[in-house]
């Protein structure tokens, strides 16, 4: 299986960033580590054998990205909420303006896919709702997507950006709508979840705008990497 290992000091987040690429052409799925991972933990966690035919017959590219949420980020707790959601905003910067434009040095193909567990869900699902020009399909796994969780209900206008529970209800431009009612938006989420509820309500957010989502509930609590592992596998095409 083709790999690749790219580090290089990112201007938008002023560090050393590292992204690890698996397979050599197809669509490209951008994949995002849960609150403490790197991107290494889905290497680790042998995603790259759960899609191994994919992979190997070029039907998908595996682009594994790290995270800041403990780099003035979300985990940051001694960091304003306000200077915790630029963090994110930079973060944002950081995936549109270089690790995209680095995806397509290595594979022309424009079809991109955003997928993350337990926290890694709200990035590749906030990353994908603020480009949905560059983003065609989202896979939000056990996730939660009201930032506002790791706020104290704390919001002003940066924290505002970079929640999709605040910026999906009062999006308003018809070009950007069209976009995002394009997207191939899937929730998946076990029932007993401590993010059930929220997903219900995300799923209506979404719908009251008429961007439409699949939303699917799974048996029991399906929040660890053998349940994420059978999602991806089923809704890595679309939302069966």
Known sequence: MHFERHRWHSP?????METV????????LIVFPT?????????DRKMHHVLGDHLENGWLQMICVDQVHTDGGWYSKHVHPGARAWRQLQYDAYLRDEVVPLT???NPNDFFITAGASFGAYDAMTFALRNPGIVKRVIGMSGMYDIRGQTN??????VYQVNPF?????EHDPHRLAQLRRQDIILAVGETDYHIEQNH??????????????????QGFAHDWPWWERMLRLYIKGHD
Not at 153 to 158: A, C, F, L, P, R
Not at 166 to 170: D, G, I, L
């Open 12 to 16: 938008a987040l002023g560090r050393e």
């Open 21 to 28: 690429i698996f397979g050599h052409a197809g669509a490209k």
């Open 35 to 43: 609150s403490y991972g790197t991107c290494w933990e889905w290497p």
């Open 104 to 106: 397509y040095h290595r």
């Open 153 to 158: 209900g704390y919001s002003d206008h940066t």
């Open 166 to 170: 605040e910026f999906v209800p009062n």
């Open 201 to 218: 309500q995300f799923s209506g957010l979404l719908w009251q705008k008429g961007i439409g989502n699949a939303l699917r509930v799974w």
